[in-house]
């Protein structure tokens, strides 16, 4: 049987209930401004009911306050992860394309190539005319060096850029890993406070909004569930196990977090690479960390895509199987292996932007090299007949010989006969390698066809104004010791004398027609005796202002054309799907905060219903009083 004071304990719980209830709307509106915060509700329920020893059996005893909870969808979360990695990986790309359009930059505010290079051949057209004019070949060699310059200097800004991209890299890992740490210690946190019975909320929000930020850097896979108990497997304990992983690896293990690790390069990876690039592992087991793999998006996957972005051209080709496909060789004193590689997928110098001295990757591992020689023979069939084309003309097979900095054992051999090799990863993105590439690539055929021109043959070679034969004009200067590289030898390694070693950081012209303008051909050999105003050779240098053999099928004064084409489209698309996707996760966001956030109108309804009910409750506390009153004081006998 019930007391007497029943009511009032019914009424007392009320009360409390209707409290509670208006104190969380008052933390609700209280931060409705916080960022991260998530709605909270207190859950009421009807208190389990008291049996009596009346007809009825069983009276309510009233309300209970059983929680105060946060409001949180776990399915938008998710989809806001997942959309949140993809803006992020377009802002950097976005932002990084925008820059490189600066470097390139041509209009009435900055000389940029289109009139530098006009003016140059407009120089070489008035030295034509006045060849034995020292003050013409001195204003055509003056523009030559503008261009030179002007190359020089794009080429330093982008390798300028490509190591602010790096520093940014660095700096994100580190904000990666200050994060995963962060979430660690919340997870202790908040498994402290609810094994105990409670419900840490306000941590929930602010490891949630960590998980927020750090899914604009790397995609993310969370996954939380309860800890059980192995000898009661449906025993409550309160616990949650609570997993980040990237890419399937775990980042963040309930109280445990693994770091990422940064290492600069040992070796770069494409010709004109800034030193100490940075590559990352995880720091734990030295796992290789693949930003780039088609599984990853976020921030750090567009910061590498424009480092290290090389359009799917990076090199690569299958290590031979024959008898010559290891060798030996003593470096130094030190005996090492040769390795041969066939199928590569360069064949032409004017692409060729591997490092001289690099890594070669096989099989997952990594061989460095201190040297490579490029070969091209004459291909043959099994009866050693040349082998022609569909238009009867020679063709040839090519192949690399790497020279690897040590001894490989028979087993390794093995192991890499008839494997894939590469040098660097496949990278589908038009980054600072690229553009760089696309640069040397434009300079070493324009060069080599001007300073071809410029020597005219064995049996009419170009002379310059005092009949001597002419040498190399445009060179590759050794930014070391200050040497030039004149491309007087066919073969084709990290340090022969090549156009290989001819890129837009090193391109000149020859010290010799600085100090010394007469050390300019305008005519072969065969107009010679004829005077100074034959000027044949400048005429054939003059046309290649309009060649479209030069260059991607443009003419070569429409290179930058053709680059600003390629940052255009790169860079609409970034725009476009960086606007795309923050669409999406607006939308997404609107639907997870009509869950979670705090909507200033609705909190007002509620402190409404509840100051309504809390007051009824008061009204029943004072009615039973006056009840108790008359029943006590004024009932006697």
Same mark, same amino acid.
Request: charged share 20%.
């Given at each position: ?65 059983? *929680?105060?909870?946060?409001? /949180?969808? +776990?399915?938008?979360? @998710? ?37 530098? !290079?006009?003016?140059?051949?407009? *120089? ?12 013409? =070949?001195?204003? !055509? ?67 949630? %909004? ?81 930003? @780039?793999? %088609?599984?990853?998006?976020?921030? &750090?996957?567009? &910061? ?16 031979? $199987? ?17 390795? +041969? ?104 055929? !324009? ?31 050794? &930014? ?15 340090? *022969? ?21 007469? =050390? ?23 046309? &290649? ?8 099928? *443009? ?34 966001? +609107?639907? /997870? ?29 004072? $009615? ?14």
């Amino acid at each position: 049987m019930p007391s007497t004071f029943f009511g009032l304990h019914i009424a007392g719980s009320g009360l409390f209930a209707f409290q509670a209830a208006n104190n969380t709307i008052a933390n609700n509106i209280s931060n409705v401004q916080t960022a991260g915060y998530s709605r909270q509700i207190a859950n009421i329920q009807a208190a389990q009911g008291l049996r009596v020893s009346t007809k009825y059996g069983t009276m309510g005893a009233g309300v209970v306050t059983t *929680s105060i909870t946060q409001l /949180r969808d +776990t399915y938008y979360d @998710t989809k806001y992860w997942q959309n949140q990695s993809k803006t992020g990986m377009y802002d950097r790309r976005l932002y990084y394309m925008d820059q490189i359009e600066s470097v390139y930059r041509d209009d009435d505010a900055t000389t940029g190539f289109a009139t530098i !290079f006009s003016k140059m051949f407009n *120089s070489l057209d008035s030295l034509k005319n006045n060849a034995g004019d020292a003050n013409f =070949r001195n204003q !055509f060699i003056s523009d030559a060096m503008n261009l030179t310059n002007y190359f020089n200097s794009i080429a330093t800004q982008m390798q300028n850029l490509q190591k602010d991209i790096n520093d940014e890299i660095k700096s994100t890992v580190d904000m990666v890993n200050a994060t995963a740490q962060k979430i660690a210690l919340l997870n202790k946190q908040i498994n402290s406070i609810e094994i105990n019975g409670g419900y840490a909320n306000e941590l929930r929000d602010q490891r949630a %909004l960590l998980v927020d930020e750090l899914s604009t850097i790397i995609p993310v896979e969370v996954e939380e569930y309860p800890v059980s108990n192995s000898n009661y497997p449906d025993m409550y304990t309160g616990g949650t196990n609570y997993k980040i992983k990237v890419n399937g690896q775990l980042l963040v293990d309930t109280y445990d977090y693994h770091e990422l690790k940064y290492t600069a390069r040992e070796n770069k990876i494409n010709q004109t690479d800034a030193e100490g690039l940075f590559d990352i592992t995880w720091a734990e087991t030295g796992m290789s960390f693949n930003p @780039t793999a %088609l599984a990853m998006s976020g921030r &750090l996957k567009g &910061l590498f895509e424009m480092r290290d972005g090389n359009n799917k051209t990076n090199f690569n080709g299958k290590i031979g $199987t024959g008898d010559d496909a290891f060798g030996t060789a003593t470096v130094d004193g030190k005996t090492v292996t040769t390795v +041969t590689l066939v199928d590569p997928s360069v064949t032409d110098i004017k692409n060729l932007n591997i490092a001289q001295e690099g890594t070669l990757t096989v099989r997952g591992n990594n061989y460095n090299y201190s040297n490579f020689e490029m070969k091209k023979e004459i291909a043959t069939d099994g009866t050693g007949a040349p082998i022609l084309d569909e238009d009867g003309n020679q063709t040839y097979t090519y192949s690399y010989t790497f020279t690897l900095e040590r001894e490989l054992s028979t087993i390794e051999k093995g192991n890499m006969a008839g494997k894939d090799a590469r040098i660097g990863l496949s990278i589908d993105a038009m980054g600072v390698p690229y553009y760089m590439a696309q640069m040397n690539e434009f300079i070493r055929v !324009f060069s080599k066809t001007f300073n071809d021109l410029q020597r005219g043959t064995a049996d009419n070679p170009g002379l310059d104004l005092e009949g001597n034969e002419m040498g190399t004009f445009f060179v590759a200067k050794n &930014l070391t010791d200050g040497t030039e590289y004149d491309f007087t030898e066919d073969t084709v390694s990290s340090y *022969s004398n090549s156009y290989y070693q001819l890129t837009a950081l090193d391109f000149a012209v020859s010290s010799e027609s600085v100090r010394n303008p007469s =050390r300019i051909s305008t005519q072969s050999k065969e107009n010679f005796t004829a005077g100074q105003d034959r000027y044949d050779i400048a005429e054939a240098i003059i046309a &290649l202002e309009n060649d479209t053999s030069l260059y991607r099928g *443009s003419k070569a004064s429409d290179f930058l054309r053709c680059i600003l084409s390629d940052i255009t489209v790169d860079t609409n698309e970034a725009k476009l799907f960086k606007e795309n996707y923050e669409n999406i996760g607006y939308t997404i966001d +609107t639907q /997870r905060q009509s869950i979670s956030g705090v909507d200033e109108d609705e909190e007002g309804l509620e402190m409404i219903k509840f100051y309504n009910a809390y007051n009824l409750a008061s009204k029943m506390i004072s $009615t039973m009083a006056q009840m108790y009153d008359k029943l006590i004081n004024e009932t006697g006998v």
